[in-house]
């Protein structure tokens, strides 16, 4: 939850996913969170940073059925959450003009103390972009880089304890990175989160005490290049068809057709109106 917190990326503002998001098919994996409310060390939020904060709630709302609330606050910078019903599952926020960053998706994870995450990541050879400061009374708040390039939020949270849904249609429910040097990756993350790895030669899955929240490929010539490792949020919906159908008429661009992955869900990848890239998945249902 970034609100006037205005930094630079260490990418030098080039966007992570210049052309398809990559090329071939997904490898097997089930998406799904195991958890439905944020957990210590797990994904808590996502955010959307974009040029036209307008034109991205209106997308959004047509396809997630979000309600976004703007923060009135003039010190908030015009963030706004999306809600379902009640319920907050992402931020969106206004980039300004003289920003360096690009129009993305953000992954944000939790941290039960934000200074002592950034120490961890500095030990396990990532870097800081963003100190942690205090948003308000609503929690603490830090941007990371880990040693592939690949960024992500922290989270220390107060009175705002991030999503208060995951894992259903609408809401964030999967969260990917994309690296070129997976081996790397998975001793950073593990160092610094304490995570649970589920690896196979095509896939790793991430976990919180072996409940899986996120995976982990690989960026071989599936991916153009000069596309940089970055975390990818999927949505679970009930009808990907039928979002990328929407997404598409909306002014979106499909990137990974719908796609049904072998012993895993159906999938398809986005690119929104204004550049940034998400994945949505077909949300599972109990019995």
Known sequence: MRYTARVRPRSGGREPFPGLAFKGEHPVVRIAMKFDKPVPG????????????????????????????????????????????????????????????????????????????????????????LEPT?????????????????????????????ADLLNAPGALGWVELLTRDTQQATAFYQQVFGWSVNASPQYTQWGVDGADFGGMMEMGDRFPLGTLPHWLPYFAVEDVDAIARIASG???????????????????????????????YLAEHEG
């Open 134 to 162: 205090d948003v308000f009374d609503l929690g603490r708040f830090a941007m990371a880089a880990d040693p592939g390039g690949a960024g992500f939020q922290l989270w220390q949270a107060r009175a705002f304890g991030g």
């Open 42 to 129: 797990g994904p808590c939020w996502t955010e959307l940073g974009t040029n036209d904060i307008e034109a991205a709630k209106r997308f959004y709302t047509e396809l997630f059925g979000w309600r976004p609330e703007t923060d009135p606050r003039q010190e908030a910078g015009g963030y706004t959450l999306a809600r379902l019903g009640d319920a907050a599952v992402a931020g969106l926020t206004p980039l300004m003009e003289d920003e360096a960053m690009p129009v993305a998706w953000h992954v944000t994870f939790a941290a039960a103390d934000a200074e002592a995450t950034c120490e961890a990541v500095r030990k396990a050879g990532g870097s800081i972009v």
């Open 250 to 280: 909306a002014g979106a661009w499909i990137l990974v057709e719908p796609t049904s992955v072998p012993d895993g869900p159906r999938i398809s990848v986005l690119r929104d109106p204004q550049g940034a890239v998400f994945g949505v």
